[in-house]
């Protein structure tokens, strides 16, 4: 599958921004979904996710209340919706895929999270909050 993120931007503290990520060549209504950040200097940490099963979400602590990820299958793409943003919220956004149809919620729930679970990547997007 190919993923194609966009959205990103300069933005102020307090101030919002909706990342996209459209998909092609799969079928999307399989896969796990995430979104990942990377830093400058730092590595890549998960940000949220969206199960491919009935849609349930999972987040970061940093994030967990001003962000959240939602999916439309019949579109084949996914949504960040951040607000509040903070400086700290600057980085790279990329939108991930994954495919495991066995793995039960509370499994999913570790493995979401790892981003070396992950097979496919989008090129990234670049999210800057000034201060």
């Known amino acids: 599958v190919q993923l194609q993120a966009s959205g990103g931007g300069l933005v102020q503290a307090g101030g919002s921004l909706r990342l996209s990520c459209a998909a092609s060549?799969?079928?999307?209504?399989?896969?796990?979904m995430a979104w990942f950040r990377q830093a400058p200097g730092k590595e890549r940490e998960f940000v949220a996710a969206?199960?491919?099963?009935?849609?349930?979400?999972f987040y970061a602590d940093s994030v967990k209340g001003r962000f959240t990820i939602s999916r439309d299958n019949a579109k084949n793409s996914v949504h960040l919706r951040m607000i509040s943003l903070k400086p700290e919220d600057t980085a790279v956004y990329y939108c991930?895929?994954?495919?495991?149809?066995?793995?039960?919620?509370?499994?999913?729930?570790?493995?979401?999270?790892?981003?070396?679970?992950?097979?496919?990547w989008g090129q990234g997007t670049l999210v800057t909050v000034s201060s």
């Open positions: 991930a895929a994954r495919r495991d149809q066995r793995a039960i919620l509370s499994v999913a729930a570790f493995k979401l999270r790892d981003r070396n679970e992950y097979e496919y």
């Open positions: 060549g799969g079928t999307f209504s399989s896969y796990d």
């Open positions: 969206v199960w491919w099963r009935g849609g349930t979400t």
